[in-house]
């Protein structure tokens, strides 16, 4: 099924009525709320290296207590996106072996499930996004979990360029999708709008077809 055809179900099935604005034209408004991902999207030519904030032991990025590490710059462009500041691959510090051994030793508490990384857009920060997720396996094996944001989908990932690809494989929960605007519900967990899903990425891998991790 097309992108296209994806969103026209997704939207058949909302009651408009709850979105004045878009009752004219909703499909259009729906589509036109973020652009396309295209292949010259590559972490080589946009990331900066760069992160635009760090937050330990919080609770809202995720199962569980986490520490949430957002990577800058994203090519979405989202409407009313949630971090519209950090769409810009400039902002923020250089990611660096100093906040590296921090994240870790932030996440050898006890208390702590994992680590989240978010953005931005992490797929086009894969040179950190996968520099920490490698040295996160390596400190502590399976016994933290990953979970990654990422404004294209899973099925977009699976096709995508092999350091998108293996980031994919190196994380364990993946929330995918861009925000759309017109979708938008306050009441999902860990997410924006309802064309985003909870992916179990491992399960999804292992039975070829998407596992949610959370409904
Ligand atoms: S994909 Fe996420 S970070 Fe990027 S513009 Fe959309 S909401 Fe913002």
Redesign the pocket.
Known sequence: MSREENFKNIISNIDISKYNIYEKNIVSNCLNT?RDPKESWTAKKYSQKRFADYKPFQFVDGEGVRCSIYLSG?L???KE????SI?NFNVGELYTDEIENKIIEDLSQSYVQGLTIL???PFLNTQVAIKLCERVRKEFGNTKDIWV?S?YTYEQLQIASEDKRELLNLCDVLVDG??ILALKDLTLKFRGSSNQRIIDIKKSEKENSIVLYLE
């Not at 996106?81 to 519209?84: I, R, S, Y």
Request: some cysteine.
């Open positions: 973020f994203c979405f462009g989202c996106c949630f971090n519209e769409q953005g931005g857009e944001y404004g861009p925000f």
